[in-house]
């Protein structure tokens, strides 16, 4: 038996082998190339390869790093400039035209939202719209707090099928406060499971937001049922924002599951109080062979809706202390709200965005030290957005959050200022998201993050003496510069700092359809026969009262 394994690897291994020498082959430099990028430093995360060197794309990959001469339909001068993989920023909210040129001026080649995510029965819709109609890459997840908004307040009135919906989702508070009951426990994992039939990118899950109404059991549930289908849960925590140990205690509720069932998971924004530590939780999982990353924004303030209910005065105030005057801000007016002013807009316009400051000023560069993290920007979708398309110009985008345009140029500044080693910080920006979701099978990640020959061309190329954000809290969606150039899927899609209206560049990252469902709704039959824990309801995890009389499973 061993000896036919050996065989077998050894087989495979020339096979692989005579493959990789037949690639190579193929790629004739003197041939001509769809696009060439002449000149520049060609860095690539995966084998710390670092040179300067032409690289040719034909047919959507790069087909060529060499030194040699080579010529093609297109060319780019790179010279002075670094040639990276197309920067990947796996949480992004506001995945739509206006949002594009923004997008790309940060580098940024595929945007995907694994944080909120779209409506389970939605999600093959949501793709469809954006399929010839996106400059870059999309994906996105399969959001939970939507499917306790259809189960638990009916909510039916889908109009974005993602994150822009929790503008009306989230005026009732059944999705964030309620109990589900078995039956709706088992109705939401069920639109879930839809989502991820469907090809969705794992589940998004919001408890922080749902602190009250999602018990422990749910989110275990949630992350058996990702892990079904080999997927990741990706999390804004339970206890986020909140202080050094509750930020910790949010992320172990995740890691532990995760840990108990073998099953991937994303630390969402982690940029805050207990950073340090969630670190080492990571990096120390993954030693042990779990695949669980997490990523950060490099901004000291956060920003959501104001009836978040981690704003609230018993939470914001009375348990972590802060002034509304000195933390909560208006993304419109920029001022400052009182606990006065904040009662009477929540009346007038309860989901309005503000900007939450959470974080010490002097963390912001410390995040980027630490090796391993992935960047995601945590955009927000602009509102008001009627009439709002590619075509509009800058200065006339709703003020959002700085992050929204200038997270990834921020990072490679913030690296420069503190000798944070460049091959880190492009790993940061692009393989660090890329590698994780690759490994749990999602092939058009295996094939990005990446500077090889073979890889998918999506390619960002920046200026590293000079790259910089230039968005501010007061004016969020100022473009980013010293990045000149972009690619995605072979398509030059900037050029000289100008994005291209090249629609039919951006493909889907997404998995496969499935035939079939893979969800059994849970029963207390089932729990009991496997565990004799048998939750009461959807909110339990704790025995039931009588094992012995069958009158007591009914409640
Ligand atoms: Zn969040
Ligand atoms: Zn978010």
């Not at 790629?27 to 696009?35: G, H, K, L, R």
């Not at 389970?120 to 109609?133: C, Q, T």
């Not at 910790?248 to 995740?254: A, C, F, T, V, W």
């Not at 560049?505 to 969800?519: D, L, Y």
């Amino acid at each position: 038996m061993k000896r036919t394994i050996f065989t077998l690897l050894i087989t495979a291994l020339i096979f692989t082998s005579c493959q990789q020498t037949a690639t190579k082959k193929a790629a004739d430099p003197n041939q001509e190339f769809d696009v060439v990028i002449l000149n520049g430093r060609v860095m690539d995360p995966e084998t710390n390869f670092d040179g300067i060197r032409n690289v040719g794309v034909k047919d959507g990959k790069i087909a060529i790093i060499t030194e040699s001469d080579i010529k093609g339909k297109e060319t780019i001068d790179a010279k002075g400039l670094v040639v990276a993989p197309g920067f990947i920023d796996g949480h992004q909210h506001g995945i739509e035209p206006y949002a594009y040129r923004n997008m790309l001026r940060d580098g940024r080649t595929t945007i995907m939202d694994l944080e909120i995510g779209a409506h389970g029965p939605k999600l093959d819709e949501w793709y469809k719209r954006r399929e010839g109609n996106s400059p870059v890459n999309f994906g996105i997840a399969v959001a939970h707090e939507f499917a306790r908004a259809a189960v638990l307040d009916g909510f039916n009135d889908w109009k974005y099928l993602y994150t822009p919906d929790a503008l009306y989702t989230r005026e009732k508070d059944g999705w964030s406060k309620t109990r589900p009951t078995l039956e709706q426990g088992n109705e939401i994992l069920s639109l879930l499971d839809e989502g991820l039939r469907q090809g969705g990118i794992g589940i998004g899950s919001t408890v922080g937001y749902m602190r009250q109404g999602v018990s422990a059991r749910e989110i275990f549930e949630l992350q058996k049922l990702s892990g079904l289908y080999g997927r990741q849960i990706g999390m804004h925590f339970r206890n986020t924002p909140g202080t050094d140990t509750e930020e910790i205690n949010g992320i172990q509720e995740m890691l532990s599951n995760a840990a108990a069932l073998g099953t991937p998971a994303i630390a969402c924004h982690f940029n805050n109080p207990g950073y340090n530590m969630v670190h080492e939780l990571l990096i120390r999982m993954r030693e042990r062979g779990y695949n669980v990353w997490g990523e950060i924004y490099p901004y000291n303030a956060g920003s959501t809706a104001l009836n978040a209910v981690f704003l609230e005065p018993e939470v914001w105030v009375k348990a972590l202390g802060n002034k509304y005057e000195e933390t909560v801000q208006d993304v419109v007016t920029l001022e400052f709200y009182t606990q006065e002013s904040r009662e009477e807009m929540l009346k007038k316009d309860p989901v309005r965005q503000v900007i939450v400051y959470k974080c010490k000023e002097e963390w912001v560069a410390d995040w980027v030290k630490l090796k391993g993290v992935a960047v995601g920007s945590d955009g927000m979708p602009l509102f008001p957005d009627a009439g709002l398309s590619w075509d509009t110009p800058n200065e006339d985008l709703p003020n959002t959050h700085p992050r929204f345009a200038g997270t990834f140029a921020k990072v490679l500044r913030l690296a420069r200022e503190n000798n944070v080693p460049l091959m880190q910080a492009v790993a940061m920006t692009s393989y660090n998201y890329a590698r994780p979701l690759g490994e749990m099978g999602l092939k058009s990640m295996q094939v990005r993050g990446r500077m090889q020959e073979g890889m998918v061309a999506d390619i960002t190329i920046f200026n590293p003496e000079t790259v910089r954000d230039n968005s501010t809290f007061a004016h969020g969606t100022k473009p980013s510069t010293g990045i000149p150039h972009a690619l995605v899927n072979g398509i030059i899609v900037m050029k000289d700092s100008e994005p291209l209206k090249e629609f039919s560049a951006g493909q889907p990252i997404r998995f496969e359809v499935q035939e079939k469902s893979r969800f059994v709704p849970l029963s207390i039959e089932g729990w009991t026969q496997e565990f004799y824990a048998v939750p009461e309801d959807f909110g339990g995890g704790v025995p039931c009262c009588d094992f012995a009389n069958e009158e007591g499973h009914k409640h």
